[in-house]
């Protein structure tokens, strides 16, 4: 394992930088750092959140028909996601499978979702910290090099030089920035037309679908997907371009945003022939997803099997703002294949809220809990991040060697996709191949890449469909009851990583219900073993190449490596706690180079 190494300062050189809230993504994220600028290193990280929303309470009581329609208020941008995993734990409960052609209209329906928000993140949001605008007012020794660096994939992209390829990423003026915008609304119609509406779906039910399945309805959706195509190729290429010159114009840029290598992923897209929600199966049907599950400890596949991965799940405390629950009730003390469930598992959570000031130094300080995975091989609890998502997707996929289709094949080392020709460019082959650091760069790569491969599975997702209907096979719904008391899980990838929900029913009630997406993944605070959370470890030791001194620092490293796991924050927690004031205010995070955002 690849360690990094940290120079202790000397005392009185650290200097207090923080950004609270980070700006371009969802929700309140306060970065705490010290900085040493002799040594040019991040010395300390902390990551909180102030927002607690209260879901896992809220729940309780409710008609579980009910679930996936209030968590997909979770998010105002993956809301669908949680009503697809809510549904996913439903059917399991209720002992219901869905139709067929159902399973290939919610994969199609999700599969826009993760062309829509990776793109509208990767271009709208990451790449305004690539584009010239920032680039020139935090590293201006760079952007020199980059008009003068030639783009090797000129001949796909139509860009001549890097620093085009930055500039076409200009907020609100730049060509691909603008691009990108008309892709998520193409997108976002996708989603619409196999989910009724997005973000919060009104045809995603336990059982089924509610969409009307037609050839027109399938035409719709390919007529939109072969327009990505286009964009899709060319942002590839671009992404390519960009990311290797920033390895070559600052060398050793490859610690920014390293840690360890721990990811982790749910899997996502069931495949029809093989789900049945039973979880007695939940192994053989898990290891047919299109994208498979999987646990990557230093780089090694240690399991892709969804009942050891459930069984492993714990919730920890340490710095966040809750008691413990040792003392409340225990609701599932055995799965149904009579495997022992831990009290830290989610399905005998107890959210406990104990608001309280916030206490950086050795105290609480986030609203976030610390998700952990259980080794049983070593004992240990492995903060595990999802890589932004596509990382961990694409890693476990690779690895798993399990995916084999028309248009997607994993390798043992890589995933290859093959996207075809569209009016506008000519077939497109393309290789994600397995990296050798868990980076910032890596992370951001991984995101265009998983586009394609949605793209990609999408095709493959209308033709099964498509023979569904023309064969007379229409029925998307099936029946079912709410039994008197049932517990069920539903794994999923929300699109910046692992999403699960647990369910427990009695008296044909909600009687405990706990989603857990990537951000308390990503985002967790320091846990009670002392095991910092992987934003908190990926910033903490990373160098710092920005050009600018302490007077002017803009932070781009640590928000580019930040940013890189694609944040989510609503997704963290489930009461703004009032007002507060501004102490001292060093630093103001931005859109572009001088504006705010």
Known sequence: MATRERIEPEAGRLVD????????????????????????????????????????????????????????????????????????????????????????????????????????????????????QMVQSTNPSVMEKAERAEAPGAATHGYRTIADIMRSYNPFTGETYREALVISRISREMICLMEGRHVHPSTIYPGGVGTVATPQLFTDYLMRLLRCLDFIKKAVAMNEDVFDFFYEALPGYEEVGRRRILLGCWGAWNNPDYVDYDYRHMQQWGDEMFVTPGIIVDGELITTNLVEINLGIRILLGSSYYDDWTNEEMFVERDPLGNPVDRRHPWNQTTLPRPQRRDLEGGNYSWVMSPRWYDRRTGDHLALDTGGGALARLWATALADKVHTPYVNATGSSVRISLPATPNSAATELEWRIPQWSNAIERDRARVYFIAYSAAMALHFVEKGLEEVRSGVTKV??????????????????????????????????????????????????????TPGPYEDAVAGQPIFEENGPDDFRGIDIMRAVRSFDPCLPCGVHMYLGGGKTLKQLHSPMLGAHSGG
């Open 17 to 132: 930088m923080s950004w609270d809230p980070i700006t371009r993504i969802v929700g309140n994220l306060g970065i705490y750092t010290k900085i040493d600028f002799r040594q040019r290193q991040v010395a300390t990280c902390k990551s909180t959140s102030s927002l607690f929303r209260g879901y896992s309470v809220f729940m309780k009581g409710k008609d579980p028909r009910d679930s996936h329609f209030i968590t997909s208020r979770i998010c105002g941008i993956c809301g669908d996601n949680h009503a697809v995993c809510s549904m996913y734990a439903q059917n399991m409960a209720y002992g219901v499978k869905t139709p067929p052609l159902g399973e290939w209209i919610v994969n199609l329906g999700e599969a826009a979702e993760y062309i829509f928000d990776h793109t509208i993140f990767q271009d709208n949001l990451v790449f305004v910290d690539f584009c010239e």
């Open 477 to 530: 719904f099936e029946d079912f009851e709410v039994p008197d008391e049932a517990i069920g899980c539903g794994f999923h990838e929300a699109v910046r990583g692992v999403l699960s929900h647990h369910l427990v029913i009695r008296d044909k009630k909600i009687a405990n219900y706990h989603p857990y997406p990537p951000t308390p993944w990503n985002g967790s605070p320091t846990d009670s073993f002392g």
